[in-house]
């Protein structure tokens, strides 16, 4: 299986501030990475897919890069509602595993 | 990108069984790939499976291979998992999700999630 290694697990951060969460893939999977943002209560939403194009409707703060084995999430200049937890999927191979999430909250 | 209503969880015992369902609208079901993903109160997401648009494939992720069957109903718009022997392990919210249209593997969109507590 691949395994897929997010970090930081949390971070704090003030609006206006730009954050990255980062995602390791275990095995090559090209540009086959989707970014999700789930908040408390909610089901997750789709930011990214294909490590860099943003889903239609997303904040354009909210930005991916990356291939095998590094990716990255960026918001730049980042808001109170983007308080959430953000998950990296794999979507390469099945399993299609998940990151163990990041944490983001605001300062 | 569609309506997805999950329904059929709710407290079930160690060693029952539960189907989940998924009713989709507004989008032509029969069309695109499903998949099925769960999470565990405080924890973080499992991906459990994915069914291809006609139903003729379907992967798993191995620790629940064999307890855990997706499938689907194209003529009534439905996704299903069957879960079977439940264990306290499998409390969870679980979720639907839809599939790109060009590449089934990648989610694009997902239900509100229906909750399985395994309990005696």
């Known amino acids: 299986d691949i395994e897929m290694t997010q970090s930081p697990s949390s971070l704090s951060a003030s609006v206006g501030d730009t954050v990255t969460i980062n995602c390791r893939a275990s095995h090559s999977i090209a540009s086959y990475l989707s970014w999700f943002q789930q908040k408390p209560g909610k089901a997750p939403k789709v930011l990214i897919y294909s490590a860099s194009i943003l889903q239609s409707g997303v904040p354009s703060r909210f930005s991916g890069s990356g291939s095998w084995p590094d990716f990255t999430l960026t918001i730049s200049g980042l808001q109170f509602e983007d308080s959430a937890t953000y998950y990296c999927q794999q979507t390469y191979s099945p399993p299609l595993t998940f990151g163990g999430g990041t944490k983001v909250q605001i300062k | 990108q569609g309506q997805l209503v999950e329904s059929g969880g709710g407290v079930v015992q160690p060693g029952g069984s539960l189907r989940l369902s998924c009713a989709v609208s507004e989008y032509t079901f029969s069309r695109y790939g499903m998949h099925w993903v769960r999470q565990a109160p405080g924890k973080g997401l499992q991906w459990v499976a994915v069914i291809s648009a006609d139903g003729r494939n379907t992967y798993y992720t191995d620790p629940l291979k064999g307890r855990f069957t997706i499938s689907r109903d194209n003529s009534k718009d439905t996704l299903f998992l069957h879960v079977s022997d439940l264990r306290d392990e499998d409390t969870a919210m679980y979720y639907c999700?839809?599939?790109?249209?060009?590449?089934?593997?990648?989610?694009?969109?997902w239900g509100q999630g229906t909750l399985v507590i395994v309990s005696s």
């Open positions: 999700a839809k599939a790109n249209s060009a590449y089934m593997y990648r989610i694009d969109s």
